[in-house]
């Protein structure tokens, strides 16, 4: 059997940018703006913002130390607690697990993966709206009188066909990236991006908040209106936390596998969700004026894209400030794509020991043939409606809002009881400073008593919602 070499992340920037580069993409700026819409706004914030620290930080730096513990990606982890490889009495607290508790091990990583392989899928078709937008802006540079924003979604929603070949290509650059291997894949490509595009995000949110129309925006993001929230919005809030911090696809453990012996989890964890969502808000500062100024209709998958062209069309010089931001957001969305993928790909190389390069072949065909019904959906498939949604809002809906919490809870839940507490405790008890023991025994509860039963009551009151 061929070795295999065991990558780490060179340096503690290269894990920043790839954590950040996986955590910060569509989610922030293309289903944030959208789920608090259909939630009505500051309430949603509200309720989002209490769950990316109470829950989502705490699930983040779970997954990350099962990673770095195990030294390995989710599928290979779950089946080294589950007794099928050498290992487990090192890793595991208890010397006998019960045969129930192996069977959901074995489970729960197919569950993850499949969740993975099927959000890389849609997530590319947005990818290629990403890039239909792009190009379209490129050409305005040329020839301005060409982009017309109405238009130009139109002509995509219609053209089902463009979309699969924009998907198609979305999934090959990010294919042949994680073909590559780890150090040149993911280090190099993935966040440095990030600093243009925060400061373009903040540029184009001033010119937005200078739109008659953005004391209402601002007071429909930030003033919390319970009365608005359903019997949903919890379970939606919960989902997008997971979502946004790439939690419960079990990205963050290979990434935890990828860190340094020396790396404090707890901070990075802290870091990442702080960022993830400084900017999501910033997205909902730039976006909402638009989408309230624009009036009538805007909602659903669509909102990025009937907003964001139509500020740029309004703006001096508006195209430059159009095909920069979409570079950067598809570079983004690249960077989260990478993420998705290097999951499924790591997981096939530890689990079947199938070779880098033919795993990410595999995973991109797998991904382009479940991508091509949602991609399909807003035309050639725009009769099939799964209580009154499209496929692919379908899809998002159930997968981050449904099974996505499930997924994170379990992975938790693993980390929580089953892995050897010492070693646990090892990756948060900093002998430098004295408060650091008490921030593990905060996790832990949190985890052992406080998760459960809020994803619980949240999917529970979504499951009332639905009748
Ligand atoms: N967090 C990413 C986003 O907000 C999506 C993602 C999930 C990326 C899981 C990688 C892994 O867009």
């Known amino acids: 059997m061929p070795h295999q070499k065991v990558p780490v992340f060179g340096t503690r920037l290269g894990f920043y940018l790839a954590a950040i580069g996986s955590a910060f993409g569509l ?21 989002y913002l209490f769950f990316v620290f109470l829950l989502g930080m705490p699930f983040l730096i779970a997954e990350l130390t099962l990673g770095k513990i195990s030294r390995s990606s989710l599928s290979p982890a779950l089946a080294k607690l589950a007794g099928n490889r050498y290992q487990v009495r090192e890793m595991r607290e208890v010397a006998v697990i019960p045969g129930w508790v192996s069977w959901c091990l074995r489970h729960l990583s197919w569950m993850s993966l499949l969740i993975t392989v099927v959000v890389l899928a849609y997530y590319a ?57 780890l150090e040149l894949g993911l280090e190099k490509w993935v966040g440095y991006c990030m600093p243009a595009f925060v400061l373009l995000l903040l540029a184009l949110a001033v010119q937005s908040v200078q739109l008659p129309s953005s004391p209402e925006a601002l007071r429909f993001l930030f003033y919390p209106d319970f009365s608005k929230l359903t019997l949903a919005s919890p379970g939606q809030a919960l989902g997008h936390v997971f979502f946004t911090l790439s939690v419960g696809f079990g990205s963050m453990v ?9 790396a404090f989890i707890p901070m990075a964890g802290f870091r990442v969700c702080t960022l ?7 997205a909902g500062v730039m976006i909402f004026p638009l989408v309230i100024y624009g009036s009538a209709g805007f909602n659903g998958p669509q909102l990025l894209f009937q907003t964001v062209p139509r500020l740029v069309k309004e703006l001096p010089n508006g195209n430059w400030f159009g095909v920069g931001f979409f570079l950067c957001l598809y570079l983004a969305s ?14 096939m190389r530890e689990v079947r020991r199938i070779p880098r390069a033919r795993g990410a072949a595999l995973a991109a065909l797998l991904c382009f043939v ?12 725009s009769d099939v409606k ?14 981050i809002n449904w099974f996505l919490p499930i997924s994170a809870l ?26 650091s023991e008490k921030i593990y025994r905060h996790w832990l509860f949190i985890l052992r008593y406080l998760a459960g039963p809020i994803v619980a009551i949240a999917l529970l009151l979504q499951f009332i919602a639905l009748f």
């Open 386 to 399: 799964i209580g009154k949604r499209g496929l692919l809002e379908f899809l998002d809906g159930a997968l």
């Open 334 to 347: 690249l960077g989260a794509s990478i993420g998705l993928f290097e999951t499924v790909v790591a997981n």
């Open 370 to 381: 479940i991508a091509v019904g949602p991609a399909l959906s807003s035309s050639v498939l």
């Open 125 to 181: 078709v947005i990818s290629g709206w990403v890039l239909h937008f792009f190009m379209q802006l490129l050409v305005a540079l040329v020839d301005p009188a060409s982009f017309q924003p109405e238009n130009a979604l139109r002509v995509l929603l219609k053209n089902g066909w463009l979309q699969v070949a924009l998907t198609s290509v979305h999934l090959l650059v990010v294919a042949v990236i994680v073909a590559k291997d």
């Open 276 to 282: 993830d969502s400084m900017i999501s808000l910033w």
């Open 27 to 47: 989610g922030n700026l293309w289903r944030f703006p959208y789920v608090v819409t259909d939630n009505g706004g500051g309430a949603f914030v509200l309720l």
């Open 410 to 435: 379990l992975i938790t839940q693993v980390v929580c009881w089953l892995l050897k507490k010492d070693l646990v405790m090892a990756e948060f008890v900093d002998p430098n400073s004295p408060g």
């Open 254 to 262: 290979t990434f935890g596998s990828y860190l340094r012996e020396k």
